[in-house]
């Protein structure tokens, strides 16, 4: 009886110890796969570094330049008209003062473009 107390205690030991055996060689193989890999690449380090500094110049930066182009001539086309203030009463609500400036501007306040809670400023 008390062996096979033993045995049943040693049962999910060697089960144990066989996955630690088989998850090392798993580790071991990935490894060894991975030093593979890197090895054949080091002699390619100089090719791909001229192949990325070809493809900047020829591709990502005239993309940057065609992108700001684009967005110059879409700007010159856009109307820079203030919309109509709606005095909405579910906008623009002051429980308390802001804690900088006269307290009725957020920090990033832009005349322009924000208005405050009574209309824009300026346009009384």
Wanted: proline share 6%.
């Amino acid at each position: 009886m008390c062996t096979n107390l033993f045995r049943s205690l040693r049962q999910p030991e060697r089960k144990m110890a066989a996955f630690g055996r088989f998850s090392q060689v798993l580790l071991r193989s990935s490894l060894t796969q991975t030093r593979r890999q890197l090895s054949a690449a080091a002699g390619h380090g100089e090719q791909s570094g001229k192949t990325w500094k070809i493809l900047t110049f020829v591709v990502a930066l005239p993309g940057v330049g065609v992108c700001m182009l684009n967005t110059f001539l879409k700007e010159q086309h856009h109307s820079h008209e203030q919309p109509e203030f709606v005095p909405y009463a579910h906008l623009r609500i002051r429980s308390k003062r802001f804690p900088w400036g006269d307290g009725n501007k957020s920090l990033f306040h832009n005349s322009h473009v924000n208005p405050l809670p009574d209309g824009y400023e300026g346009h009384e």
